[in-house]
């Protein structure tokens, strides 16, 4: 399927890095394991809120590099002397996980706090600082 991109036009210059930034998007979609939330938490605030229940601290991990915010779930497997349990029903998924995000530029991740089988990850745009800059004037010749 090719999908035509708004940022083809000639018009638009220099928007090389948000075309590789909405492919990237595209290709992190697909499975949604774990469920999670995503919400505005006031001016410039977002929460991201992953379900990973029977996941401790040590088994997580979070990393963002070049605007990709990765989260990644590990599962040990059972130890081969583990007692043989027999599910009537299984409904907690038993599976790791690799869960991304892409952060727009400016999006600063600043806490990660693992709680009641939630994953809050909060990332806060600061204010950019106005800039004014004067541009010099030449003559030709």
């Not at 497997?77 to 400016?106: K, N, Q, W």
Request: proline residues 9%; contains cysteine.
């Amino acid at each position: 399927m090719n999908r035509t991109l708004l940022f083809d036009s000639p018009l638009l210059l220099g928007f090389d890095h948000t075309r590789a930034l909405i492919e990237r998007a595209g290709k992190i979609g697909g499975d949604v394991y774990p469920p999670y939330n995503i919400e505005e938490c006031g001016e410039g605030r977002i929460r991201i809120t992953l379900a990973v229940a029977g996941f401790a601290p040590e088994t997580l991990t979070v990393t963002v590099e070049d605007n990709q915010l990765t989260i990644v779930g590990k599962r040990e497997p059972e130890p081969p002397d583990a007692p043989e349990r027999a599910f009537l029903h299984r409904g907690i998924a038993a599976r790791g996980f690799v869960r991304g995000f892409v952060l727009a530029d400016g999006l600063e991740v600043d806490a990660a706090v693992l709680e009641d089988g939630l994953l809050r990850i909060d990332a806060v745009r600061p204010p950019p600082a106005r800039r004014v800059r004067t541009v010099p004037i030449k003559t030709a010749g």
